[in-house]
């Protein structure tokens, strides 16, 4: 969790002008591209050196110009495993590129080494090709990377091994020394590589691994002090691969689903281990098809859509449940209520997210909101929510960010205030109403509002 002040101050300095340290070195990189999955992730584990006289305290890494996709994601650790602090920055004279600034939490002394390990996520960074394929047909896709490590520092010594999920390779370069074993391509070591160097690498490989996109995802989150919170998510998917090339057969779908790999089935959701009252319901109504395994930590929710996904189509569905508040809600002792629960929760495995809005309803009458965010999102307008026999209305926080992956699965933290004497409220106005209606139906059934002539004036 970031605190607050200090998030704010490195974001004070974020955009600071920073210039290029050439006295530090990459002295070895080892990186791994990973494409077993719709994403791609590059994990390089890097050894800095300073060469210099003076102690650094931070480096700069920088977005390739001519990368395919977008970063979803950029975190560096320290040798501890530790996150380092990752800050967007200008350089001097190179306003066309997009740098970062990685604090160092130790000083790196010159003539000393240490090793820091970046890790990014890559989203559309795969293309279908061809991009049309029968329903018979294996899924090909390209990827279109660099041989190197685009930096702005020299790099003495790197190696790049490429991770496929298939041994099927269509074809792919051969930068020199390069070698393949099974499903992995290892390139170099390359030596004295001059920052900023590019050369293409393209693979042509199978990958049938579930092109899975969440085009949209409104996420609600209803807070009770009656013991319960609410989550209710609509999401919106497509699958993102080659598109279905000719007509699509059912017949040959249940006879042969070896080679319709490349469409998505079903998948797995995964819930809190104490969610319940869990539903899972599309435009049509209920949907069956879904099963729920309880397992120790987690619930597992197998979603099979009403039919089976191939390139180009999508479907939309809402899925809710309900979690104990006790969980997730506590009351500190200078009497202020907070919330901690996640912006964005776990859709599938190698999840991409492209939009997401989180809503926040909070109980009725609080008062001094505060929000701190793991990340940066946008706060949208505040709105009101109004329920049963609620005159009040209730404050609604709004949420979004774009481009998420599973490493966004982290906690959001709201501080409020809010009087316990409130829980009255509802059945207070629930008690004024029966009354209300006790009373009419008393004066009703008590009023003769006919217009006969009474009985002792007929005697008369």
């Known amino acids: 969790m970031i605190i607050l002040n200090t998030f704010l101050l490195l974001l004070a300095t974020a955009f600071a002008a920073e210039e290029v340290n050439t006295y530090l070195i990459f002295k070895n990189v080892d990186r791994s591209i990973d494409l077993t999955s719709q994403l791609v992730k590059i994990t390089s584990t890097i050894t800095l050196e300073n060469a210099g006289k003076d102690a650094i305290k931070n480096f700069l890494v920088v977005d390739e110009p001519k990368a395919n996709g977008k970063v979803a994601y950029r975190g560096v650790k320290d040798s501890a495993k530790q996150d380092l602090n990752l800050l967007p920055v200008q350089v001097e004279g190179n306003d066309q590129k997009k740098y970062h600034k990685v604090i160092l939490r130790q000083n790196l002394e010159p003539g000393r080494t240490a090793t ?14 061809p991009s049309s394929i029968a329903q018979k047909e294996k899924q090909l896709v390209r990827y279109f990377g660099n041989h190197y490590m685009y930096s702005p520092y020299t790099v003495a010594k790197q190696k790049t091994e490429v991770v496929l999920s298939l041994r099927s390779v269509e074809n792919y370069t051969k930068l020199k020394p390069v070698t393949q074993s099974d499903n992995v391509i290892t390139y170099g070591p390359y030596t004295d590589v001059k920052p900023y160097t590019e050369d293409q690498l393209i693979v042509h490989y199978e990958n049938n691994a579930p092109f899975l996109t969440v085009t949209n995802l409104h996420r609600l989150i209803e807070v009770s002090h009656w013991g319960n919170i609410a989550i209710e998510e609509e999401i919106e998917i497509k699958h993102t691969g080659a598109k279905l090339k000719g007509p699509f057969s059912r017949y040959d779908y249940q006879r042969d689903t070896v080679n319709s790999q490349h469409s998505i089935k079903s998948y797995v959701t995964v819930l809190p281990a104490t969610a319940h009252s869990i539903y899972y319901r599309d435009s049509n109504g209920n949907i069956s098809t879904s099963a729920v395994k309880h397992r120790k930590d987690w619930i597992e929710l197998e979603l099979r859509p009403r039919f089976p996904l191939f390139g180009g189509w999508q479907s939309s569905y809402t899925l809710g449940y309900s979690v104990p508040s006790y969980q997730y809600l506590y009351r500190t002792a200078e009497g202020q209520n907070v919330l901690t629960m996640r912006f964005i929760d776990h859709v599938f495995d190698d999840m991409y997210v492209e939009d997401v809005t989180t809503s926040i309803v909070l109980p009725v009458g609080v008062s001094d909101v505060k929000l701190v965010t793991p ?14 026999l609620d005159n009040m209305g209730r404050q609604v926080l709004r949420l979004r960010r774009k481009d998420l992956v599973e490493h966004h699965i982290q906690d959001f933290e709201i501080t409020y205030s809010w009087q316990p004497q409130l829980l009255l409220h509802e059945p207070l106005m629930l008690s004024l109403a029966l009354f209300i209606v006790f009373l009419a139906v008393i004066v009703w059934v008590r009023l003769d509002f006919s217009l006969g002539v009474p009985e002792h004036s007929k005697k008369e």
């Not at 820091?116 to 795969?126: C, S």
């Not at 990340?375 to 709105?383: G, W």
């Open 375 to 388: 990340y940066q999102v946008e706060r949208l307008r505040d709105d009101v929510k109004y329920k049963y």
């Open 116 to 129: 820091v390990v970046l890790e990014e996520i890559l989203a559309r960074a795969l293309e279908p090709y």
